[in-house]
């Protein structure tokens, strides 16, 4: 066996983490945004803001 046929990967194996990233981000993404928009209303309800301005403030945060 030759030295280049030890450095060649296996064809067979896969990287099942290599292949899932895009859902661990998704997932994390989608997490980060719903802490952050949530954050927000919490903060302008607790300010004593009206209910359109706080349902504006979600869309807003939704939005961005």
């Known amino acids: 066996m030759t030295t280049a046929e030890h450095t060649l990967p296996e ?12 859902l661990r981000a998704g997932v994390l993404g989608a997490n980060d945004g719903i ?9 302008v309800a607790a300010a ?3 209910t359109s301005a706080l349902a504006a403030a979600g869309i807003a945060a939704l939005a961005a």
């Not at 067979?12 to 990233?21: A, C, E, P, Q, Y």
């Not at 802490?35 to 903060?43: K, P, W």
Request: hydrophobic share 40%; charged share 10%.
């Open 48 to 50: 004593g803001a009206s």
């Open 35 to 43: 802490v952050s928009t949530a954050g927000l209303v919490i903060g």
């Open 11 to 22: 064809p067979h194996t896969s990287d099942v983490g290599s292949r899932l990233n895009w």
